[in-house]
């Protein structure tokens, strides 16, 4: 397939005329250099996205680059043996738009040590439906049962269950075998989050404690918010049961105690799905694509854009205003 020789892409500048984000003509030689080059189908908005979009976040490394850390789509050229023109692949993190340009583009050139090939199960469109949101849960649940969690421990919480993360969460820990309990601020999306796999929803006010020990109210969870509902989370968790952190929506901070953890035997689990290893990486998108793939993805994609309506998402994210997950068809 020939490549134009220019092609639209959303590129993130900081310089002497400030920090920005928009529409641009690019060439391939503008991308970072890697040895498979793909027509991108679809891209996703996370959380990290809006920060590296608005500059809320110190996230990228160097400028300019194209954002989006999620990408998937087609090899239309290879330099390495194990891609073909035509292949379906997916890449999610692994620098992208932090150190390497990402999946805001219609091309993308990417370093095939980090390319996944499509599992089977998934369609191009599914995948990034899940992208790094769907990974991340996912890679959760895996450090959950690495650590010896079981139902029997008892409901898992979910912080921040109406975002991308935590939506997708409710869904793969309910398909894992997992009873499910939705923390959330959003009284009005509760029919939502039964829907895909809440078997309670509660309100914040159910992590609102600030003693460091309090009955046992839940076998785990994961949170994506941060501070005072991370502490009061771990405060409230079976004993070895186990609490995975993922996201700082509120809070960067955790005021807490090390009680839980020595008299409860409670474990705290940090998910860093960017950098993930090559072989979990490769397992836990085997499992998206089979039993641990999400039966709500079309009720989860809430909102499907192009790349020109990305400065207005990425703004009603960092305001709290976004439930589910986010597509970029490019």
């Keep these: 397939m020939t490549i134009p020789s220019s092609f639209n892409a959303f590129r993130i500048h900081n310089d002497a005329s ?92 990417l370093q095939a040590q980090w390319v996944i090939p499509l599992p089977a199960g998934l369609s191009l469109r599914e995948s990034m439906i899940l992208g790094t949101a769907g990974f991340t849960a996912a890679l959760a649940l895996h450090r959950l049962l690495d650590n010896r969690q079981t139902p029997e421990h008892g409901p898992l919480a979910v912080t921040g269950a109406t975002g991308g993360v935590g939506s997708l969460a409710l869904d793969i820990f309910s398909r894992a075998g997992f009873e499910v309990h939705a923390i959330s601020g959003k009284a009005d999306q509760a029919d939502y989050l039964r829907s895909i796999g809440a078997t309670q929803v509660l309100d914040r006010d159910a992590l609102a404690t600030a003693r460091p020990m309090e009955s046992v109210r839940f076998g785990g969870g994961l949170d994506n918010v941060g501070g005072p509902m991370l502490a009061s989370l771990l405060a409230q968790t079976a004993p070895y049961g186990n609490v995975a952190t993922a996201g700082l929506a509120a809070s960067a901070e955790l005021d807490s105690t090390v009680m839980p953890f020595i008299i409860r035997g409670v474990s705290l689990l940090g998910i860093a799905s960017a950098g993930t290893a090559r072989d979990i990486r490769d397992s836990v998108w085997q499992r998206l694509g089979s039993d641990w793939k999400p039966a709500h993805l079309e009720r989860i994609c809430t909102r499907e854009v192009g790349l020109a309506q990305l400065p207005q998402v990425f703004g009603g994210m960092l305001a709290g205003g976004s439930v589910g997950r986010t597509l970029v068809v490019i």
């Design 18 to 109: 400030g920090y920005r984000g928009g529409i641009e003509q690019v060439t391939l030689e503008d991308l970072a250099p890697g040895e498979v080059v793909i027509k991108t189908a679809f891209s996703s908005v996370n959380f990290k996205d809006a920060l590296a979009g608005t500059g809320e976040g110190k996230i990228l490394r160097r400028f300019p680059l194209v954002g989006g850390i999620d990408v998937a789509g087609h090899v239309v050229a290879s330099r390495d043996a194990g891609f073909k023109e035509g292949d379906a692949v997916l890449v999610t993190g692994c620098g992208l738009s932090e150190t390497r340009d990402g999946g805001y583009g219609e091309y993308a050139r």
